[in-house]
């Protein structure tokens, strides 16, 4: 198990850009992939971006492929995800996670979330 805060988010208008953190305790951070997710308002929340434990693989929801990109500092046990070219559909609460594996679905430990609100 790690306990992860998220850090970051924020108001910003759109065509800008934020960049999120997620900071885990305990000492197997590096074993885990890590994901980010959101859920906007009357919504379900849905998977955004991921990577492995490794770091050499991530994955990308469609919806922000060449805009978003999702890093990992293990030295730091932090996770980033820089949120470039923002728009109001960016809108929502995003939630850091971890798991064993990289995937859309398969994460057990979960952030409290932080607010980015895009503005137009």
């Known amino acids: 198990q790690v306990q992860l805060v998220e850090s970051g988010g924020g108001l910003v208008q759109a065509g800008g850009s934020l960049r999120l953190s997620c900071t885990a305790s305990?000492?197997?951070?590096?074993?885990?992939?890590m994901a980010w997710f959101r859920q906007a308002p009357g919504k379900e929340r849905e998977f955004v971006a991921g990577i492995s434990w490794s770091g050499s693989d991530t994955a990308y929801a469609d919806s922000v492929k060449g805009r978003f990109t999702i890093s990992r500092e293990d030295a730091k046990n932090t996770v980033y995800l820089q949120m470039n070219s923002l728009k109001p559909e960016d809108t929502a609460i995003y939630y850091c996670?971890?798991?064993?594996?990289?995937?859309?679905?398969?994460?057990?430990?979960w952030g409290q979330g932080t607010q980015v609100t895009v503005s137009s």
């Open positions: 305990g000492r197997t951070f590096g074993t885990y992939a």
């Open positions: 996670a971890a798991g064993r594996v990289l995937s859309t679905t398969r994460y057990n430990n």
